[in-house]
């Protein structure tokens, strides 16, 4: 077993523990500045400027322009918006939920969506057949995301 099999998987799993954290964070600022929407915004407008210093510290080598320019506009837009829903459903329901159900089923909809993607090999992701380990992972996931709710 190489040593990325339990370490990649351990960095996502520290690396998701900011959600909830950010979630919670980005309440509070929704009810500071009255809008879940303006809050998502400044959420947004902080984690690019951070990400662009980390960018222009950490990148060396940018593909040259015209290559940049051949990538297809959507690609540019698409993860951002698909963000914007994320976050800013987030800032409505963490409150309203509570952060273990809220993210229950965030992991539970990620699951199923991912399942999908990569049935299918959606947006260049290798496809990686269902089983029925992978079908019944996803029905406890979706179980235990009710029982946090529920029970």
């Known amino acids: 077993m190489s040593p990325s099999t339990l370490l990649l998987p351990l960095i996502a799993l520290l690396a998701a523990t900011a959600l909830p954290i950010q979630a919670a964070i980005n309440a509070q600022l929704a009810r500071g500045v009255g809008s879940p929407i303006v809050a ?4 947004f407008a902080a984690g690019a400027a951070v990400l662009a210093l980390v960018a222009v510290v950490l990148v060396r080598d940018l593909p040259p322009l015209g290559e940049i320019a051949r990538t297809p506009l ?7 918006a698909l963000g914007t829903l994320y976050v800013t459903s987030n800032v409505v329901l963490a409150p309203k939920l509570g952060a ?16 999908a993607m990569d049935q299918f090999g959606l947006l260049g992701l290798a496809t990686r057949e269902l089983s029925v380990g992978r079908i019944a992972g996803a029905v406890l996931v979706l179980a235990g995301a009710l029982m946090v709710r529920l029970l």
């Not at 998502?40 to 959420?43: E, Q, T, Y």
């Not at 959507?74 to 951002?80: D, I, M, Q, S």
């Open 40 to 43: 998502a915004a400044i959420s």
């Open 74 to 80: 959507w690609l540019f837009v698409a993860g951002g």
């Open 100 to 115: 273990a159900t809220l993210f229950s089923f965030a992991i539970a909809g990620q699951l199923l969506a991912a399942l």
